[in-house]
């Protein structure tokens, strides 16, 4: 199982019925993804994980990232925008997802009434339009169903970082908006947390290869992956909390 479908299994809404169902206003939430391309001149991705559907609107800015502009909103029917994601740095996709993975459980822990303090800031690389890596600034919000209280949306926004300076590396960070401050950064520093070589065997499983091509790929035994595989388990606390992340490194 790889990461993404960790996500999946996390974050989409199962077992909905007339009961439970989440009745928000979509449009709502549509236009509010629509304004913020308009305002701020980002692409904006609105993810619906009650009907695992995706509306993206672009700005001028995706041409500037080699991305084509439809007429808006563009529709998916999965809650990952592949177009894009595929244009981020390999290490950097990775990092995304497991720092999604721990954003959800963050605001799993929270009060109702608590999560709209919060939201994800992150650096990123993508391709431009001429094939090279620029840094990206996304924001991630999520807003959770008063009905079920369950994650409904998630709203994802990309825009041109303004300082390109390679002496500053990608970061992931969460920020709580009401108080204006950075929340457990070093937790969440993942340079600070894994070794070198656990980075690139994350890297490799994030990509979906087995333990025995990583360790091929490496020139090291089975068993070393295995045993790195474990520690960053630990190392992220996911082992007993995320059991299907768990899953996946078998």
Request: charged share 30%; with cysteine; hydrophobic share 40%.
């Amino acid at each position: 199982m790889k990461i993404v479908e960790t996500l999946n299994e996390t974050l989409l809404i199962k077992g909905i019925n007339k009961s439970n169902e989440c009745l928000l206003d979509i449009d709502v939430y549509k236009n509010i993804a629509r304004v913020y391309t308009q305002m701020e001149n980002t692409i904006s991705v609105l993810s619906d994980m009650q009907e695992n559907r995706s509306y993206v609107y672009k700005s001028d800015t995706a041409l500037e990232l080699g991305l084509e502009r439809e007429i808006e909103p563009l529709i998916i029917n999965s809650i990952w925008e592949e177009e894009i994601l595929k244009r981020i740095h390999p290490d950097d996709k990775v990092k995304k997802y497991i720092h999604e993975l721990r954003f959800f459980k963050l605001m799993d822990s929270f009060k109702p009434e608590e999560r709209t303090h919060y939201n994800v800031l992150s650096r990123i690389r993508m391709k431009d339009k001429n094939g090279e890596y620029v840094f990206v600034q996304h924001r991630m919000f999520y807003f959770y169903s008063p009905y079920n209280n369950k994650l409904r949306f998630a709203l994802c926004l990309y825009s041109i970082a303004i300082d390109q300076s390679i002496l500053l590396p990608p970061d992931f960070l969460i920020i709580n908006s009401i108080k204006g401050k950075i929340v457990a950064e070093d937790k969440l520093n993942y340079r600070n947390i894994l070794s070198q070589r656990e980075m690139e065997i994350l890297k490799y499983v994030g990509e979906g290869f087995t333990s025995k091509e990583i360790a091929d790929l490496l020139f090291i035994s089975v068993n070393t992956v295995s045993r790195h595989r474990q520690n960053i388990l630990e190392k992220l606390k996911v082992k007993n909390s995320i059991q299907a992340f768990n899953d996946s490194f078998h």
